[in-house]
């Protein structure tokens, strides 16, 4: 696989969403999960999102049951995002970040930033116009460095 743009996930709808969609925008992926402290970085991207969309940027939350942090069903997460955060971003449907039943969209970011195992939720990978990797962000990373980083590439 050359790029994202080879890919496609599940929207918590059922759609699908092509990663082609996004060609020529700058796409943040990020692995989350509703019960992880981190969670209230929703409200972050989402932010971020809303701020930064008119002029081509995008976020694509994969909810991850991995680190058994995420609701029952996609439809609780679905609703806890949008309730507690105001999420307007795509969700998909929760997905493997590692091991046998991994999404082959994480194998191919893991392998693109030259990183390995996806070690906690909110993993984020900053995807250029082009869409190659451009960064792997830990999930401690604060969103305000990150947007530094949004319209250099």
Not at 54 to 63: I, T, W, Y
């Amino acid at each position: 696989m050359a790029s994202i743009y080879d890919f496609s996930e599940t929207e918590m709808s059922g759609q699908t969403i092509p990663l082609d969609n996004y060609r020529g925008q700058v796409l943040l992926i990020v692995n989350t999960a509703s019960k992880c402290g981190f969670a209230p970085q929703l409200e972050g991207l989402e932010s971020l999102y809303k701020q930064y969309h008119d002029q081509g940027f995008n976020v694509l939350g994969l909810p991850s049951n991995q680190f058994h942090q995420e609701l029952e069903t996609d439809e609780e997460t679905d609703d806890f995002c949008q309730v507690h955060y105001g999420v307007t971003f795509p969700m998909t449907k929760r997905v493997a970040v590692n091991g046998d039943d991994e999404d082959p969209l994480f194998t191919y970011l893991k392998d693109a930033a030259g990183h390995g195992r996806i070690k906690w939720n909110f993993t984020k990978f900053l995807v250029g116009r082009d869409g190659q990797v451009i960064k792997r962000y830990a999930p401690q990373t604060k969103l305000r460095s990150l947007k530094r980083t949004l319209w250099t590439h």
